[in-house]
């Protein structure tokens, strides 16, 4: 089930807190990085906050500039981005801004809650109950059947931590604000529970005036899963062969759109590989491939007999940084290949997803 590509977005002080515990929110950002979140929320088909945020800051959630919105107008896209809430309570301010501004606005929430969020909302939003428990897949999915393919979600803390605990974040954009709140009833950013293991990767930082803004990527992604997913699909395509391994492969932009994908024996040509035969759609010159994954179902090759060049040296000079592969190539044609290792001691970052090892395995059955 497709996901939209979900962006956790907040600011915090030096000591990890999103806001005091006064009656008014607490200003963590500097003007130029409110201007700079205006960019993302007009960059974006949704923005989701906890109904605690809707309570305890009753924000507009809006795009500020003028001509941000009118770039979106022009690109056949509503003004404002379609603002999202869940609440297990329905316990909703008739009155808050968030229903009276912007476009339009649902509310995701329980069996339990469904009839008290309708009385409150009346027809300003659509209520959408999960079950008697929210689902955050269902969430997921429902948004991306309903158009979305990227999501803000703007807190609070308990809403970051859920998307965080269960790998459903695909980036946290962090703004750390040189103040301390050093109050320990204040909502904090994260809390308590179980986190992926392991580092999340630094993707970016950013002096704005006097607060820095820190991109991170969790080391795995919910689109990780998704695109090698549809690389092992595309391994079950390729035509069989006793000589060769069937192998899919997809390449996707560091926004997440794909921008190609390939797989073993395609077309007229009988000795392809699956990311030779991707990574030949893309003009070599093409700026994405910088910031690119490739998906393979299969490590890529290091040496090969039918082309001068191996997949990992195509990858490599494509300039591609990143790859996600399932299965490790086994010794039936060439021993000893270490394509990841290859790739890994030229500075790319090689993940490999063994859950997937089995769906990349099953075309090349015959093989093993
Ligand atoms: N600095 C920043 O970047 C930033 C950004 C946003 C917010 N904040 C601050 O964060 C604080 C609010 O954070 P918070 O953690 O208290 O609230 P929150 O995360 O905004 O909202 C929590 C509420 O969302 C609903 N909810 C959460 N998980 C749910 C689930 N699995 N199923 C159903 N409903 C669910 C519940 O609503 P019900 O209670 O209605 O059931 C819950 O009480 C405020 O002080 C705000 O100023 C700061």
């Given at each position: 089930?497709?996901?939209?590509?979900?962006?956790?977005?907040?600011?915090?002080?030096?000591?990890?807190?999103?806001?005091?515990?006064?009656?008014?929110?607490?200003?963590?950002?500097?003007?130029?990085?409110?201007?700079?979140?205006?960019?993302?929320?007009?960059?974006?088909?949704?923005?989701?906050?906890?109904?605690?945020?809707?309570?305890?800051?009753?924000?507009?959630?809006?795009?500020?500039?003028?001509?941000?919105?009118?770039?979106?107008?022009?690109?056949?896209?509503?003004?404002?981005?379609?603002?999202?809430?869940?609440?297990?309570?329905?316990?909703?301010?008739?009155?808050?801004?968030?229903?009276?501004?912007?476009?339009?606005?649902?509310?995701?929430?329980?069996?339990?809650?469904?009839?008290?969020?309708?009385?409150?909302?009346?027809?300003?939003?659509?209520?959408?109950?999960?079950?008697?428990?929210?689902?955050?897949?269902?969430?997921?999915?429902?948004?991306?059947?309903?158009?979305?393919?990227?999501?803000?979600?703007?807190?609070?803390?308990?809403?970051?931590?859920?998307?965080?605990?269960?790998?459903?974040?695909?980036?946290?954009?962090?703004?750390?604000?040189?103040?301390?709140?050093?109050?320990?009833?204040?909502?904090?950013?994260?809390?308590?529970?179980?986190?992926?293991?392991?580092?999340?990767?630094?993707?970016?930082?950013?002096?704005?005036?006097?607060?820095?803004?820190?991109?991170?990527?969790?080391?795995?992604?919910?689109?990780?899963?998704?695109?090698l997913?549809?690389a092992c699909?595309?391994a079950?395509?390729?035509?069989?062969?006793?000589?060769?391994f069937s192998v899919g492969a997809?390449?996707?932009?560091?926004?997440?759109?794909?921008?190609?994908?390939?797989?073993?024996?395609?077309?007229?040509?009988?000795?392809?590989?699956a990311?030779?035969?991707?990574?030949?759609?893309?003009?070599?010159?093409?700026?994405?491939?910088?910031?690119?994954?490739?998906y393979s179902s299969l490590e890529p090759c290091?040496?090969?007999?039918?082309?001068?060049?191996?997949?990992?040296?195509?990858?490599?000079?494509?300039?591609?940084?990143?790859v996600v592969t399932a299965w490790i190539e086994p010794?039936t044609?060439?021993?000893?290949a270490?394509g990841n290792?290859?790739?890994?001691?030229?500075?790319?970052?090689v993940l490999l997803l063994d859950e997937y090892e089995g769906r990349a395995k099953a075309p090349n059955g015959?093989l093993l």
């Amino acid at each position: 089930m497709p996901y939209p590509y979900v962006l956790l977005s907040a600011a915090v002080s030096l000591d990890g807190y999103l806001d005091d515990t006064g009656k008014d929110r607490l200003l963590l950002s500097s003007p130029a990085d409110f201007d700079r979140v205006d960019e993302v929320r007009a960059s974006v088909d949704a923005i989701l906050i906890g109904a605690g945020t809707i309570r305890a800051d009753n924000p507009r959630l809006l795009v500020n500039s003028p001509d941000r919105r009118a770039a979106r107008r022009a690109e056949g896209r509503p003004e404002y981005p379609l603002k999202v809430t869940v609440t297990a309570s329905g316990d909703l301010d008739p009155d808050a801004n968030f229903w009276h501004t912007g476009d339009k606005k649902l509310v995701y929430t329980t069996d339990g809650g469904a009839a008290r969020a309708r009385t409150a909302v009346r027809d300003t939003a659509d209520v959408v109950p999960l079950g008697p428990e929210l689902d955050w897949h269902r969430l997921l999915a429902d948004l991306h059947a309903r158009g979305v393919r990227r999501l803000m979600v703007e807190g609070g803390g308990t809403i970051h931590t859920q998307l965080l605990q269960r790998g459903l974040a695909d980036e946290l954009q962090l703004v750390l604000a040189p103040l301390f709140v050093g109050d320990p009833k204040a909502p904090r950013l994260f809390g308590p529970g179980t986190y992926e293991p392991g580092r999340l990767t630094l993707v970016d930082t950013r002096q704005i005036e006097d607060v820095v803004l820190m991109t991170y990527r969790p080391a795995v992604t919910p689109a990780d899963h998704h695109w090698l997913s549809l690389a092992c699909d595309l391994a079950a395509l390729c035509p069989p062969s006793e000589t060769a391994f069937s192998v899919g492969a997809v390449v996707v932009a560091a926004d997440g759109t794909e921008i190609a994908r390939g797989h073993s024996r395609e077309g007229d040509d009988t000795v392809v590989h699956a990311e030779e035969a991707a990574l030949a759609k893309l003009d070599p010159a093409d700026p994405r491939l910088a910031g690119a994954t490739v998906y393979s179902s299969l490590e890529p090759c290091a040496r090969r007999a039918s082309r001068p060049a191996p997949c990992a040296r195509l990858i490599l000079d494509a300039g591609v940084r990143r790859v996600v592969t399932a299965w490790i190539e086994p010794d039936t044609f060439v021993q000893d290949a270490d394509g990841n290792g290859l790739l890994r001691d030229a500075g790319v970052e090689v993940l490999l997803l063994d859950e997937y090892e089995g769906r990349a395995k099953a075309p090349n059955g015959h093989l093993l």
